[in-house]
Every structure is written in structure tokens, then in C-alpha cells.
């Protein structure tokens, strides 16, 4: 139970504003015009049906004026015309119709040879019953007492009232007709308000997704009172990682030649010592040396948490493959390069050229004769992709050779660094990368990153 609440909750904190105020306003509509449609045609229902019954009770009051009781030949009587012609159309609907407790009758013609039920009671009534033929009539009816008689006589006046109610209907009909119209509209205008009034916060996500992507610099603060507030801190943010980021990779790039100079003078005061302690100096400087490189690349490396604008990927790595395309040639190496062109990726410029730098400098130190570099782009993704035709590696070497400061071969020059700090760089732009044997025998380096921009 709980497990399915927490679950509840949180699909709905992840649920959009919009969806929540356009939800609000559907339960409004949904909830409000409702009741306050049953409420107008309750009251214009009862307001009709009132109206009706005070008709029938004028009518009634004249048929009361006008009865009269012979004593001589104790019979009831009503001589009085009402001005209706319905009262005297046989099964009209209209009726009027006098007892007494003798259950003597005087009725309108129009009720021919039928009777009302009487309902006996001083005070006067309202109710409906069915009449002749099945009709449902409205009835107004009261005792009352003649000077000349000890019981009561009861009047009552009838009328269908299909007329009544058609009028209840159709009026029913333009209330629920004009609510749902009304409804539609009051959903219509609040979702174009929302829409009107989430703007600016759709606007604001444009211009994160535009920092994000390297598109803008910070946000843009022409927005109403209470966002600009907030993009206003949000670029203040900005600005001071940025100015972390970069005052930390200066500050990697001072301490990596601050150290060059007392590294370099200890080497030359370790050669003047004896064979053996020269050695373990040597050593030990080298491991120092091997260690602070490894560091400070990784510090200098941008990668993670930056978002940089798209550089081109030709462009960027161009220099830097003909560079190292001349120094192939001195070595009797061919340098092949499959590059797609106009890619761009998001990246700092001094990442991808110190990824793509030392993988081919790996290749072109152990190749025999030829090194290919493939550079393409799926979707989001790039594929950086290093093969030659060295002697290659084992399983085992694949997995030796990232690691900091592992060198295979000791009589080749490095410091076995490089690819160590080319799996760091991967692994801070969220990529991976594999080591396989090539198809021309040699090694061949798999890099994936998902820096693309699309």
C-alpha cells in the first residue's frame, strides 16, 4: 500500500504545470456548471410550477364566488361563466368541480361523465394527478364553508399541464445546451491564459536548453518579475562555475610547469649519485613524474558538467592529424583518416584533440607501416575509431594498458600515460571505450561519446 502511494505521488510531482492547472479548471467546469445548472432548473421548475398553481387558484377563487346552494331543493348549483371555452370542451384538460359531503357533484362540462378525486382539506393544495383519458393534471384545491350548510364543500380546479412542462423541458434544454457551450468556452479561454501565462516559463526552458547545448552563455532575463528574479541567480551560478572551471585549469596548467623546472633539477642531481641510489632516485622521480602528468591532464580536462558550444569536428582535429601525418612519414608510416565532415560536436576543443592526439600516438608508436583514424557520427553519437598493424594485444594487455603508468614495453619512449588520460576523458563525457584486436592484426581503440550535436 504504501510502495503504490509513494508511486502515485510521485507520477503526479513529475506532472507538467499546465497539465495541472488545465486539470484544476476541467474539475471546475466538471464540478461547478453542474451544480449550477441543477440549481437554475430547480428554481425555474418550482418558479413555474408556482406561477401555474396561482392561475389554477384565481380560477379557483372564481369557481368559489360562484356555487351556490338551494335549500328548498338542497341541491348545488353554479351559474357563473369563467370566460374559458376550455371549460366547456368535453375532456379538455380544463376542469373545475364542486362536492359536497353528500357526495353531490357539481362539475365543468368538460369533464362530462368523470370525477376528480377529492382530497379533503381546509387549507388550500397543490398536487398532481392522472385525469380522464390518462391525463396528468395539475390540481388546486381547498374546502370551503356556505352559510347555509354544517360540512364543508370541496372545489377543486384542474388543468393538463403538458404545456408546463414542455416549457420546464425546453428551458432545460437552452440551460444544459448553453452550460455546455459555456463550458467549452470557459475551457477554451483558461487553457489560452495558461498557455498566455506559462510563456515565459517555456521561454525560460528554451533558453536552458540553449545553455545547455552551448547555444547561449546564460538566460535571458527579460521576464516577468518573479522568473527574472530567478534567472537572474541562475546566471550568477553560471558565471561562478565557469569562472571555477577556468580558474582551475589555469591553475593546473601553472602547477604543471611549476613542477617541470624542480623535477628536471632533481634528475640532474640524481645522476651524480652512486650506481645504485641514483637508480632508486631515477625511479622514484619517474613515478612522481608519471603521477603529477596523469593529474593535472585529468584537472586541465573540461568533460563533465560543461556544456561547450559545437565545434567543428574537421576543423578541430585537422591541425592536429597533419601534424602528426608528417611525423607517420618520417617514420615510414601511412597516416589514413576518414573523417565526416560537417560534424559538429560538443566538446572543448583541447579534449578532443588530446583524446584523438594520444590514441594516435599510441598507434603510430607501435605500428609497422599503417595507421587509420575513422571519425563518424550516428545520431547523437560519435565513433572515434584507431586501428594499426602493430604486433597488438592480449585480453589482458587491453584491460593493463588504461591503467595509470602501465607501460608494456619498456624499451619504447613514454610514459605510458596516454591511455590512461584518454579513458579519464571518456569517462567525464559519459562515453566508453574498448580495446580489440584489429583487423590487420594490430590494436585497434573504440571510443563512443554521445557529444553530437543535432
Not at 98 to 103: F, G, R, S
Request: charged share 20%; hydrophobic share 45%.
Amino acid at each position: 500500500m504504501s510502495a503504490g502511494v509513494v508511486s502515485w505521488s510521485q507520477r503526479w510531482a513529475g506532472r507538467s504545470i499546465t497539465f495541472r492547472l488545465l486539470l484544476a479548471v476541467l474539475l471546475m467546469v466538471l464540478l461547478a456548471l453542474p451544480i449550477a445548472g441543477w440549481l437554475l432548473a430547480h428554481h425555474y421548475r418550482t418558479a413555474a410550477v408556482g406561477a401555474f398553481d396561482e392561475r389554477l387558484e384565481a380560477t379557483l377563487n372564481v369557481v368559489i364566488a360562484g356555487v351556490t346552494y338551494d335549500s328548498l331543493s338542497e341541491q348545488l348549483s353554479y351559474e357563473r361563466a369563467l370566460g374559458d371555452p376550455r371549460f366547456d370542451h368535453v375532456y379538455s384538460g380544463w376542469y373545475w368541480q364542486i362536492t359536497d359531503e353528500a357526495n353531490h357533484t357539481v362539475t365543468s362540462r368538460s369533464l362530462w361523465d368523470q370525477r376528480l378525486p377529492v382530497l379533503e382539506s381546509e387549507r388550500l393544495t397543490a398536487r398532481t394527478l392522472l385525469g380522464p383519458r390518462g391525463q396528468q393534471l395539475r390540481v388546486v384545491e381547498r374546502d370551503i364553508y356556505l352559510g347555509a350548510l354544517e360540512a364543508p364543500l370541496h372545489v377543486s380546479v384542474a388543468a393538463r399541464d403538458d404545456d408546463l412542462r414542455e416549457d420546464i423541458k425546453a428551458f432545460q434544454q437552452v440551460l444544459w445546451l448553453g452550460l455546455l457551450g459555456l463550458g467549452v468556452m470557459l475551457l477554451g479561454v483558461l487553457a489560452l491564459q495558461v498557455r498566455w501565462g506559462l510563456a515565459p516559463l517555456r521561454r525560460m526552458n528554451a533558453n536552458l536548453r540553449d545553455v545547455e547545448q552551448g547555444r547561449a552563455e546564460q538566460l535571458d532575463t527579460r521576464l516577468p518579475e518573479e522568473l527574472a528574479t530567478l534567472a537572474a541567480s541562475m546566471n550568477a551560478v553560471l558565471a561562478r562555475d565557469q569562472r571555477l572551471i577556468e580558474r582551475g585549469r589555469h591553475t593546473a596548467g601553472n602547477l604543471a610547469h611549476a613542477l617541470k623546472t624542480p623535477i628536471s633539477v632533481m634528475r640532474l642531481l640524481a645522476k651524480q649519485l652512486p650506481g645504485e641510489s641514483r637508480s632508486a632516485w631515477e625511479a622514484e622521480l619517474a613515478r612522481i613524474d608519471s603521477a603529477v602528468r596523469h593529474h593535472l591532464a585529468r584537472a586541465s580536462a573540461a568533460g563533465e558538467g560543461v556544456r561547450f558550444a559545437p565545434v567543428a569536428l574537421h576543423e578541430t582535429l585537422s591541425p592536429l592529424i597533419t601534424g602528426l601525418a608528417r611525423l607517420a612519414q618520417r617514420r615510414h608510416i601511412t597516416l589514413r583518416q576518414t573523417v565526416d565532415s560537417g560534424v559538429e560536436v560538443h566538446m572543448d576543443s583541447q579534449d578532443l584533440q588530446e583524446m584523438a592526439g594520444n590514441v594516435l600516438d599510441n598507434a603510430l608508436r607501435w605500428a609497422n607501416s599503417d595507421v587509420h583514424i575513422r571519425l563518424q557520427a550516428d545520431h547523437k553519437t560519435l565513433r572515434l575509431v584507431v586501428s594499426d598493424d602493430g604486433p597488438g594485444m592480449t585480453a589482458q594487455e587491453c584491460q593493463a594498458a588504461v591503467r595509470r603508468g602501465k607501460r608494456l614495453d619498456e624499451q619504447r619512449s613514454g610514459s605510458g600515460l596516454g591511455l590512461a588520460i584518454v579513458t579519464d576523458l571518456v569517462t567525464l563525457y559519459h562515453g566508453q571505450m574498448r580495446l580489440q584486436r584489429a583487423a590487420s592484426g594490430g590494436l585497434e581503440v573504440v571510443i563512443e561519446l554521445p557529444v553530437v550535436a543535432v
